[in-house]
């Protein structure tokens, strides 16, 4: 962790901030000079770490700096709904006033930068980019739980496997974590997979044999390959326009 003191939010750069809020890669360096500017912190944490937990209110806005993110609600049954995947470029925490009814935990082993909402109040104020990219953010996070919202409503389970690769495809290249045109990492496990699509762990290893059967993807040491995007779109009904703000 790195802590600093902030500097007046008239002399912040805010050139790394809206980097990070896109995605884009920058040494760890230069992230945390930015975090000590805004009096945040540049934490690292390890795979299923509680990054917010329910019922307790964040003090800071959270930037995913590398790593993948989940939010989850959970039951006393054990059973577990992921409502959402954050990769880097994503953030959480950013409403001060509402307590959240959900929980965020890490994926995989994350970076994370740590804003105060206080002090990102003051950046805001003064950096319309910022207040613009915020709310670029938020548009596409409501975006993505619509249509996450549609899937399980109304689509069968091998569409619903069919759209979140698709989405995930097109998430992972745009912020330049794809293995290639064609594959990305995929850090779910089975289990994982079963609690973002609401379908069985059993349910959803048929689902990924058939879509191999047809040739439509390739599974192979966690990466996912789409070996024919037409159809795999087709197949969801995929239109990713809901990912452009």
Not at 99 to 118: E, F, M, R
Not at 160 to 170: K, Q
């Amino acid at each position: 962790m790195v802590d600093g003191s902030p500097e007046s939010a008239s002399g912040f750069d805010p050139t790394a901030l809206l980097g990070a809020l896109s995605g884009i890669a920058a040494p760890e360096a230069t992230t945390e000079v930015m975090a000590a500017e805004l009096g945040g912190s540049f934490d690292r944490i390890e795979a299923g770490a509680a990054i917010i937990r329910a019922g307790e209110r964040s003090q800071s806005l959270i930037i995913v700096i590398a790593g993948w993110a989940f939010r989850h609600k959970d039951f006393s049954d054990s059973r577990r709904q992921i409502l959402a995947l954050l990769l880097p470029g994503d953030c959480c925490g950013r409403d001060a006033s509402r307590t959240p009814d959900h929980s965020v935990s890490a994926l995989t082993a994350v970076t994370l930068v740590k804003i105060p909402h206080s002090r990102l109040a003051e950046v805001v104020a003064r950096h319309a980019e910022i207040a613009a990219a915020l709310a670029q953010a938020a548009v596409v996070e409501a975006a993505i739980l619509r249509a996450w919202v549609a899937n399980l409503g109304q689509r069968q389970a091998r569409e619903r496997m069919a759209h979140l690769f698709c989405e995930l495809g097109l998430r992972t290249r745009t912020r330049g974590l794809a293995a290639d045109g064609n594959s990305f990492r995929l850090p779910l496990t089975q289990q994982d997979l079963a609690s973002v699509l609401g379908l069985t762990s059993v349910h959803v290893n048929r689902v990924l044999q058939r879509l191999r059967a047809e040739g439509l993807i390739g599974l192979r040491g966690g990466v996912v390959t789409v070996n024919d995007h037409d159809r795999l779109c087709a197949l969801a009904g995929f239109d990713p326009a809901y990912l452009t703000p």
